[in-house]
Nanobody, 126 residues
Framework: QLQLVESGGGWVQPGGSLSLSCAPS????????ITWFRQAPGKEREGVSCISRRGGITVYVESVKGRFTIARDNAKNTAYLQMSSLRPEDTAVYYC???????????????????WGKGTLVTVSS
């Protein structure tokens, strides 16, 4: 079983930037598509962005397009979510998750994921 560890969360003022990382513990990322999710208090978990196994396909939810960038470095076994122009409504726990059995696609659906991290909190406020 793959264990995922997120890092990089914290507090930032509106308009600021933050970069999240996700790395597996005891395994390798290169067989999986990777997705970042977030869950705000009182709301359902939503897919924010995903990237295919080799990085050729990226998908973003409309609310973060142009502000967030997903990336992966299979050599370093790490995935990233670069977030800029952050808004208070971006406040949430951010999770990374991986999906097996896919090569050229990725998914923002929670029920498509095989393994999850425990999340890292991002707070955007003044």
């Amino acid at each position: 079983q793959l264990q995922l560890v997120e890092s990089g969360g914290g507090w930032v003022q509106p308009g600021g930037s933050l970069s999240l990382s996700c790395a597996p513990s005891g395994g390798s990322f290169d067989s999986y598509a990777i997705t970042w999710f977030r869950q705000a208090p009182g709301k359902e978990r939503e897919g924010v962005s995903c990237i295919s196994r080799r990085g050729g396909i990226t998908v973003y939810v409309e609310s973060v397009k142009g502000r967030f960038t997903i990336a992966r470095d299979n050599a370093k076994n790490t995935a990233y979510l670069q977030m800029s122009s952050l808004r208070p409504e971006d406040t949430a726990v951010y999770y990374c998750a991986v999906q097996r059995r896919t090569t050229y696609t990725c998914s923002l659906a929670t029920n498509a994921m095989d393994y999850w991290g425990k999340g890292t909190l991002v707070t955007v406020s003044s």
